[in-house]
């Protein structure tokens, strides 16, 4: 099922206008700039992203602002995506 989910987030990458990708796994929503395999930088089944936000929602109380943790990039194993979708693709911003 990996295997798929990362098929799929590459070739949905060619067609959106955007390169910002959100992810959901478990209970973490990350979001950064989706890195082009173009080059063959990519290892298969994993996403990577760079200029990344991770933020938790399990632990966050009702109104509290959650600003994440910030990374220069990060490497996501396709098999713990819940979810993913494209910044264009967001309804309310």
Same mark, same amino acid.
């Given at each position: 099922?990996?295997?798929?989910?990362? #098929?799929?987030?590459?070739?949905?990458?060619?067609? $959106?206008?955007? =390169? %910002?990708?959100?992810?959901?796994?478990g @209970?973490?929503?990350?979001?950064?700039?989706?890195?082009?395999?173009? #080059?063959?930088?990519?290892?298969?089944?994993?996403? $990577?992203?760079? =200029? %990344?936000?991770?933020?938790?929602?399990? @632990?966050?109380?009702?109104?509290?602002?959650d600003?994440?943790?910030?990374?220069?990039?990060?490497?996501?194993?396709?098999?713990?995506?819940?979810?993913?979708?494209?910044?264009?693709?967001?309804?309310d911003?």
């Amino acid at each position: 099922m990996s295997e798929k989910t990362y #098929d799929a987030i590459y070739k949905i990458a060619k067609q $959106t206008e955007s =390169d %910002v990708l959100m992810i959901w796994a478990g @209970h973490l929503q990350i979001t950064g700039l989706l890195l082009d395999c173009g #080059d063959s930088k990519c290892l298969s089944d994993i996403v $990577t992203l760079q =200029d %990344v936000t991770v933020k938790c929602h399990k @632990h966050k109380e009702n109104n509290e602002s959650d600003n994440g943790k910030h990374f220069k990039w990060l490497n996501i194993p396709a098999c713990k995506i819940d979810a993913f979708t494209f910044k264009c693709c967001m309804l309310d911003e």
